[in-house]
Nanobody
């Protein structure tokens, strides 16, 4: 059974930064395309960034230049560095497979961007 545990969220002022972590257990994350998703209140969960096994990355337009997805294969962990945060980035952030289906969802980590 694959388990995903997200952490690193919190309350941050506009313009601030956070680094999210996603620890994967029960599978080897490095061989999969992994992604970060977010779900704002009342909205659907959307993929915002993903990373291929070879390290290539893709981002949705509204996070390009601000968010960076990375992975530490030795730790079986995926990260999302978020800079220049905006109030509209407020959401619960989740990691999971990207493109090729999903594993059971973790609990996510809440990010609140507010002054």
């Amino acid at each position: 059974q694959v388990q995903l545990v997200e952490s690193g969220g919190g309350l941050v002022q506009p313009g601030g930064s956070l680094r999210l972590s996603c620890a994967v257990s029960g599978s080897i994350a490095s061989i999969f395309i992994m992604g970060w998703y977010r779900q704002a209140p009342g909205k659907q969960r959307d993929l915002v960034a993903h990373i291929f096994p070879d390290g290539r990355t893709n981002y949705v337009d509204f996070v390009k230049g601000r968010f960076t997805i990375s992975r530490d294969n030795a730790r079986n962990t995926v990260y999302l560095q978020m800079n220049s945060l905006k109030p509209e980035d407020t959401a619960v952030y989740y990691c999971n497979l990207a493109i090729s289906g999903t594993w059971p969802w973790g609990q996510g980590t809440q990010v609140i961007v507010s002054s």
